[in-house]
């Protein structure tokens, strides 16, 4: 069953339907918001999506509103105040991800500009050449949570199906998708 399907269930939960509608690939530009989103996915790595969906707001919080350039500077005493935050995920290889991650996006965005236009400048490739570009560049970035952020940032098709509502909402406010 697509993520589609199921946000059209009854049974489905409002924070899916939400997201799915408002969210779900439709490209974002902000690098902070590109940052958060990365933040995300690879905190759902072995958890559900509503999980994290739930605690968004946790990692905002926690993550200093997904500010790239004070994550990046996060020290000791700042990976400590995550570790022992019970409304995030607490797990140290996501949480050392997130700064390293945040460091590397510092220096993607001193060569290119910007995270987003580092993204665009790699913008078309086959998901599989994303994921070895996104693995020799940030960590914790396996094949699922690179496909699942491309996705749901525009940069790959497949968020929703053609029968989707909001498929043509996207497909819309999105000129990556014709380029594919």
Same mark, same amino acid.
């Given at each position: 069953?697509?993520?589609?399907?199921?946000?059209?269930?009854?049974?489905?939960?409002?924070?899916?339907?939400? =997201?799915?509608?408002?969210?779900?690939?439709?490209?974002?530009?902000?690098?902070?918001?590109?940052?958060?989103?990365?933040?995300?996915?690879?905190?759902?790595?072995?958890?559900?999506?509503?999980?994290?969906?739930?605690?968004?707001?946790?990692?905002?919080?926690?993550?200093?509103?997904?500010?790239?350039?004070?994550?990046?500077? =996060?020290?000791?005493?700042?990976?400590?105040?995550?570790?022992?935050?019970?409304?995030?995920?607490?797990?140290?290889?996501?949480?050392?991800?997130?700064?390293?991650?945040?460091?590397?996006?510092?220096?993607?965005?001193?060569?290119?500009?910007?995270?987003?236009?580092?993204?665009?400048?790699?913008?078309?490739?086959?998901? @599989?050449?994303?994921?070895?570009?996104?693995?020799?560049?940030?960590?914790?970035?396996?094949?699922?949570?690179?496909?699942?952020?491309?996705?749901?940032?525009?940069?790959?098709?497949?968020?929703?199906?053609?029968?989707?509502?909001?498929?043509?909402?996207?497909?819309?406010?999105?000129?990556?998708?014709? @380029?594919?």
């Amino acid at each position: 069953m697509s993520y589609c399907e199921y946000c059209e269930k009854q049974e489905a939960k409002e924070i899916h339907k939400k =997201y799915h509608d408002l969210c779900y690939g439709f490209p974002i530009e902000n690098d902070n918001e590109l940052f958060g989103r990365l933040i995300m996915e690879i905190n759902q790595a072995g958890l559900s999506w509503e999980t994290i969906l739930n605690k968004e707001q946790n990692f905002r919080n926690a993550y200093s509103n997904f500010t790239i350039e004070e994550v990046a500077q =996060y020290d000791d005493i700042q990976r400590e105040r995550l570790l022992s935050d019970a409304g995030i995920i607490r797990n140290k290889l996501k949480v050392n991800a997130a700064i390293y991650n945040a460091q590397q996006i510092m220096q993607l965005k001193q060569k290119f500009g910007s995270y987003s236009n580092w993204l665009n400048e790699n913008h078309p490739l086959a998901k @599989e050449e994303w994921t070895k570009l996104f693995r020799k560049t940030f960590k914790f970035v396996g094949g699922e949570i690179v496909n699942e952020f491309l996705m749901s940032t525009g940069y790959l098709p497949g968020a929703h199906v053609k029968s989707c509502a909001i498929f043509a909402e996207v497909l819309k406010s999105n000129p990556k998708w014709k @380029e594919i």
